[in-house]
């Protein structure tokens, strides 16, 4: 070790789920939406005025705050951008985590959050989600520098009410409190009803699942005035120009289109609820998720094995070595194609 290297940040960082190079593969490993963007994405983007590649974008992204904050009827002030979900999280952690208590996360969920939490020295507990993967509301009933949970939750699915999420904010009134609503476009209940409600709720969202736009990389936050203000606050601290301009003006093409959005996430829900019943037939256990993935585990299966298996029928999909659930595989929901082409090779495991 060099003398210099003593200097460097410790950390232990985050693992993407694998994006293979060979396209032959049945990819159901990422949550990645199975459909394509927009017509109006693409449509766009063929007609963008590339000269304006020499400027830099706007600061502000402010065509896009503007599209966000009209499709929920909110006001500019009360949202902020950035790219992807993870730029928006990272960049709240940063900004509203500062207490001495620690920050409360369940144990089993987005496995960025204890990521964030060590590079930015912020201390954090996991309370244990009961039996059934259910969050408890009494663990969050504590002493805290902020409390962070996405809704349905990842990698389980599962969801809670507003009713939930109101006891949690009414008992937290003095600390941040962060909805990460990745997958909340799948059939769960958005808590942003609630941000005029109560000042210390900060709502996360992306065009990574539901709106089919993971490779653009746009999250969005919504909250009182003042929390986005000073997540703008942060962000001019450390980086203007996060949004770029292709970016912008895409993810304004997309989310003016209600109608196509609505077609996709009903098709993703109706592949959903019947890959549940296959799953079933097939001797798989798995709650009721909510969400673009089903959190599978087999009675006589190893979890582990099976990934290996499917993985070399160049099926994709994610394994977690991780206490608790290293006998689950989180199954994103691609087309009805491949559904059954999934469905199809665990038959045949079952034979061999
Ligand atoms: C996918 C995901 C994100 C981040 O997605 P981005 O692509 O960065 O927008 C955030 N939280 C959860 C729980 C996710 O599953």
Redesign the pocket.
Known sequence: MRAWEQYFRQVEPYTPGEQPKDTGVIKLNT?ENPYPPAPAVEKAMQNMDFSKFRLYPDPKAEALVEAIAAYYQLSKDQVFVGV????V?GMSFLTFFNSDKPILFPDIT?S?YDVWADLFKIPYERPVLDQTFQICLEDYKKENGGVIF?NPN?PTGEAVDLEFIKKVLDYNQDVVVII?E??VDFGAKSAVELINQYENLLVVQ????SRAM?GM?I?YAMGDKRLIQALNDVKYSYNSYTMNMPAIELGVKAIEDKEYFREITEKIIDIREYSKEEFKKLGFVFGDSMANFIFVTHKEYQAEELFEYLKSKKIYVRHFKQPRIQNYLRVTIGTKEQMDALFAALKNYQRA
């Open positions: 949550n992807g979900s993870d730029d999280i987005y960025f996405p990842a990460d990745a997958y992306t065009f990574s699942k993971a990389r999250g």
